[in-house]
């Protein structure tokens, strides 16, 4: 069409996860490791953003920008605080959350599993433990009710491969030598969980269930062609096959990543960086959805995180209208994209880095949990409400 729509339907959407939003989330084995001394956290995660109490204003706020979508997650250790002992409360909290966004005309993108898990499975064995499926299984037909009336899209774990590595940094001392990778049974216990996650999904009509990739735009450099592959089939091919057949794969991208033939060069002298390190370069997400696209083989792609860490809010602005138009031209060449989520709705937890770094489209006062709508969020949803990129 030449004018730079997204075609009807296209998902508009911002991302959360509820560790990093929600507060309190006390059963969870990072707030254990949060407050274990000398351990890698800036600091812990403490109220959060107090999303748990504050969702329906978190979303009511998203809806007035003119998105169509909230992808949000579930806190498995809210639901099942000890094995197999459910949380009733905890289970209609996030029904009214998906009956709340849909009185909002938001569709709702449920997240089961997003880093973080209970202390118990952590405790026995994580998703190595012997019945990791068998419990990831569990908790899928336990949640059933809250995504079985409305909710179109569920994302069974979020970035596996992240996951994976950052088990590295919790635990120091065990990471092998060089770039951590994912090991072999970890990635293929990933791959059992998701599975049989789908599975139980399967149960529910007209569900879509998939689970989403950490991508990173690789760009070899020089005669690197080869170790491009090798780089990219480790750390995220593996879990990118896995996601051939399912009804979707989510991407989720922020930068590149320049790879030379013995591996991965630093950020260019010069190239503006964001606040953790990250070269600012929005237009990865159009390498990552064609990679994406090839190596799963056609299966529909949701860009469900995709953003930058700035103090900086005109950069951030930059960076939307720069992303979209590049995720444009690759739905162009014929990728089947079926929407976009901003990384992220609100200033959050960032993990081992804490407060500091700045995702959000709205900010987030520390000490009143006061929200403020940030300009890039009025360009991103001006986007969204047209279906068109600025000029
Ligand atoms: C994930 C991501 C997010 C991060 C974001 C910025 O696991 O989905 O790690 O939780 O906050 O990628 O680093």
């Not at 999303?51 to 169509?68: F, I, K, M, N």
């Amino acid at each position: 069409d030449g004018g730079g729509a997204f075609p009807e339907g296209f998902l508009w959407g911002a991302s959360s996860a509820a560790h990093q939003i929600e507060g309190g989330n006390v059963a969870s084995d990072f707030w254990e490791l949060e407050h274990t001394p000398g351990g890698p956290f800036a600091e812990p995660s403490g109220d959060a953003c107090d999303s748990y109490h504050r969702w329906r204003e978190d979303v009511g706020l998203l809806a007035d920008l003119g998105l169509t979508s909230y992808r949000f997650s579930l806190d498995w250790s809210r639901i099942e605080p000890e094995e197999g002992a459910f949380s009733r409360a905890a289970l209609d909290h996030y029904r009214r959350m998906v009956e709340g966004c849909l009185q909002r005309g938001v569709s709702p993108v449920v997240t089961l599993q997003h880093i973080t898990v209970p202390r118990w499975f952590r405790r026995s064995g994580w998703w190595t433990g012997p019945e990791a499926a068998d419990r990831f299984a569990r908790f899928t037909e336990a949640v059933l009710p809250v995504v079985s009336e409305g909710v179109g899209w569920v994302c069974t774990i979020n970035e596996p491969n992240f996951a994976a590595t950052l088990e590295y940094d919790l635990a120091p001392g065990s990471a092998p030598p060089g770039p951590a990778v994912p090991a072999p049974e970890t990635v293929e216990a990933f791959v059992t969980a998701h599975r049989r996650s789908v599975e139980v999904l399967r149960s529910v009509p007209g569900l879509s269930a998939g689970w989403t990739v950490c991508a990173v735009d690789y760009q070899p450099v020089g005669d690197a062609g080869k170790a491009v592959d090798e780089w990219a089939r480790l750390r995220q091919d593996v879990f990118l096959e896995a996601a051939r057949g399912d009804d979707f794969v989510g991407v989720q991208v922020y930068t590149r990543e320049l790879i030379g033939p013995d591996g991965r060069l630093p950020v260019p002298d010069g190239a503006e960086t964001t606040q953790i390190g990250w070269e600012y370069y929005p237009e990865a997400v159009a390498g990552a959805v064609r990679h994406a696209a090839e190596i799963t083989g056609g299966t529909p792609i949701m860009v469900t995180e995709n953003g930058v860490a700035t103090a900086d809010d005109t950069r951030r602005a930059e960076y939307v209208t720069r992303a979209l138009r590049a995720l444009r031209s690759v739905m162009d060449e014929g990728a089947d994209v079926r929407g976009y989520f901003h990384w992220s709705l609100l200033d959050n937890f960032e993990w081992l880095l804490g407060y500091a770094p700045a995702f959000g489209l709205i900010a987030v006062d520390r000490s009143t949990f006061r929200r403020t709508v940030k300009p890039s969020a009025r360009v991103y949803g001006d986007i969204a409400r047209t279906g068109h990129l600025p000029d």
